[in-house]
């Protein structure tokens, strides 16, 4: 595995990515909400931020956009699907076509649902996913401009990949996500027993992201509703929670 993820917390619960490509040196801001900790947390490690890769338009994941490219020159990178709202947007990504990242590759997923141009990337041989907030741990994105039927149908598209690969989501809502998730499935022992590791470590401080596919196939509900109709109504339940 050639990449180095470094987890930046920002903001009152979001979480900024550092990916650094040992390969070739190259560092890369996934969803910079701000500029300033990202700045500086490459800095400490002595890396030059060369990329920004977002996942979709809202603020809390462009941000730190534009003052990022006027400290660093770096390259803006994001969904084709949405280009005419991703500020300084330079290099646009689709499922047509890998990106290429230094000495790595990132497959790109359209998963719209939590909005109608939200993209994934998909680092196969570091199992890495970086979902923005189509899937969270024990969750998934409310519908803000999506419909259900995308949503379910996204969700499938991830539900699909290998359970080693680690979900790297934007927000720290993993113990609210599991306090509804029991509502829904309260004779999950798998969630139960995720859930006092999960309140475990926020009574502690520390994150509960990234988790595993492999988890959230057993733990999520918004994954193991096995049909849009069932999806649809667990959504609507959460957003009512």
């Known amino acids: 595995m050639a990449l180095e993820i470094v ?12 990916v650094h ?3 070739s040196g190259l560092t890369a801001v ?3 909400a701000v500029a ?4 500086e947390a490459a800095g400490m490690r002595g890396w030059a931020i060369t990329h920004i890769l977002n996942t979709h338009h809202h603020p809390d994941h462009t941000g730190g956009n534009l003052e990022i490219k006027r400290e660093t020159g770096c390259t803006i990178v994001g969904p084709t699907y949405d280009k005419d709202r991703i500020p300084g947007i330079e290099v646009e990504v689709s499922e047509e076509e890998p990106y290429r990242f230094g000495e790595t590759e990132a497959e790109i997923f359209f998963i719209p649902g939590h909005t109608r141009g939200h993209i994934a990337y998909w680092f196969k041989d570091d199992n890495a996913l970086f979902v923005g907030d189509t899937l969270f741990a024990l969750g998934c994105g409310r519908l803000f401009e999506g419909t259900p039927e995308q949503m379910f149908d996204s969700l499938q ?5 290998p359970g080693q690969t680690r979900i790297y989501c934007a927000h720290e809502y993993t113990e609210d996500n599991g306090k509804f998730a029991l509502t829904v499935d309260p004779d999950n022992q798998a969630l139960k027993k995720r859930m006092e590791d999960v309140c475990k ?4 401080g520390l994150p509960t992201v990234p ?4 988890e959230e196939k057993k733990t999520n509900p918004f994954l193991l509703a096995e049909d849009v109709i069932t999806f649809a109504e667990v959504r609507a339940r959460k957003d009512a929670f």
Do not use: G, I, M, T
């Open 157 to 161: 598209k991830l539900k699909r990949l």
């Open 211 to 214: 988790s595993f596919l492999s």
């Open 21 to 23: 490509d040992s390969l």
């Open 30 to 32: 996934v969803d910079p």
């Open 201 to 204: 470590r926020r009574a502690e």
């Open 7 to 18: 987890q930046v917390p920002v903001l009152a619960d979001n979480y900024v990515y550092l």
């Open 36 to 39: 300033k900790a990202p700045l």
